[in-house]
């Protein structure tokens, strides 16, 4: 399992999360931590400008990054789809 850390616009992006939503939210980040970058769950993709990952929750997305010497997933941004790729 890697280490999960938030941006502070991630963490605004959380809050401004319905209750229900983030209940659909929090265990797909945690699945994805549980082995990264988990290219093979259906919810996830790379993004071509960088080396981020992006999971599609519903209308929502939470982009990631991943390092792996450390062992940390940073969580960027979590956004409705039409925010999130700003």
Do not use: C
């Not at 993004?47 to 939470?62: E, F, Q």
């Amino acid at each position: 399992m890697f280490k999960i850390t938030y941006s502070r616009q991630a963490i605004k992006g959380m809050m401004r999360l319905q209750p229900a939503k983030r209940q659909a939210v929090i265990p797909g980040i945690n699945a994805i931590a549980a082995a990264p970058p988990s290219a093979r769950h259906p919810n996830v993709a790379g993004l071509s400008a960088s080396r981020a990952y992006r999971l599609r929750v519903g209308d929502w997305r939470v982009i990631y990054e991943v390092d792996r010497k450390t062992r940390t997933m940073h969580v960027v941004v979590i956004a409705p789809r039409g925010r999130a790729y700003r």
